[in-house]
């Protein structure tokens, strides 16, 4: 199995790259934000407990993300491997998601991060907010939140793998096909 994990701030492209990997690599694109946003469609208890957190800009707490994700990877088997798009996005989310893999004989196989400077992000998420009636993508304050855990509580998480050699970085500024070619490249030669 190849189980990738697509990496990087918010708005860095993860969700969009996953997208285009899933199609050349089949693999099954777990997106952890999808899965909030579709509960939170539905008005289901957990994504009314979801929508407090995203709203502001903060992550939903690891007892409730490690569960859903669990169950998505469960509900999955027979499957040639994983693309993990926005988890983990904490220590604990990683060690859980090692347990998980290791109980199916399996392991991360890399972290990829895709690697985009602030200004830009903000960019692309205030644009997006013009069209995506996301509230977390709405106003620049929230954006500064996101970013802020990003780097307090996320970005350890690629030194974590990065003790066992696994995490690596992608410059992730350029057209969606040059940004493509880039992990494509990375992900053949692991
Ligand atoms: P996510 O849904 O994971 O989304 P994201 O970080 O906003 O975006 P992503 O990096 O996927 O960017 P995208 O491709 O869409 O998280 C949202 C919230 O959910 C979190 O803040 C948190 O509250 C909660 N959550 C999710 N997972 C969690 C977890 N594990 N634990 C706790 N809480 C969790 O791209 C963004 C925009 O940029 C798009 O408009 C796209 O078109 C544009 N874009 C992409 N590539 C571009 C390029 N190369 N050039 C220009 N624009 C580009």
């Known amino acids: 199995m190849i189980n990738l994990i697509l990496f990087g701030p918010?708005?860095?492209?993860?969700g969009t790259q996953a997208a285009k990997l899933v199609d050349k690599y089949r693999l099954v694109h777990i997106s952890t934000g999808d899965l909030f946003r579709y509960?939170?469609?539905?008005?289901?208890?957990?994504?009314?407990?979801?929508?407090?957190?995203?709203d502001k800009g903060q992550l939903v707490p690891d007892s409730v993300t490690i569960g859903m994700l669990k169950n998505k990877v469960d509900?999955?088997?027979?499957?040639?491997?994983?693309i993990f798009d926005g988890f983990p996005r904490t220590i604990p989310q990683a060690e859980a998601l090692n347990e998980l893999l290791e109980s199916m004989d399996t392991s991360v196989s890399a972290l990829i991060s895709?690697?985009?400077h602030d200004d830009e992000i903000v960019a692309r998420l205030l644009e997006r907010g013009k069209t995506s009636g996301?509230?977390?993508?709405?106003?620049?304050?929230?954006?500064?939140?996101?970013?802020?855990?990003y780097e307090s509580e996320t970005s350890p998480?690629?030194?974590?793998?990065?003790?066992?050699?696994?995490?690596?970085?992608?410059?992730?500024?350029?057209?969606?096909?040059?940004?493509?070619?880039?992990l494509s490249d990375a992900i053949d030669n692991l």
Not at 39 to 54: C, I, S, V
Not at 76 to 82: A, L, M
Not at 134 to 149: F, Y
């Open 10 to 14: 918010p708005g860095s492209g993860k």
């Open 39 to 54: 509960e939170m469609g539905n008005d289901t208890p957990l994504g009314l407990e979801a929508k407090g957190y995203m």
């Open 75 to 82: 509900s999955c088997p027979d499957v040639e491997g994983f």
């Open 114 to 116: 895709l690697d985009v």
């Open 134 to 149: 996301r509230k977390d993508d709405a106003n620049e304050e929230v954006i500064r939140k996101r970013i802020e855990v």
């Open 157 to 182: 998480v690629y030194d974590y793998y990065a003790q066992s050699g696994k995490s690596m970085k992608i410059n992730g500024i350029g057209s969606l096909d040059d940004i493509f070619g880039r």
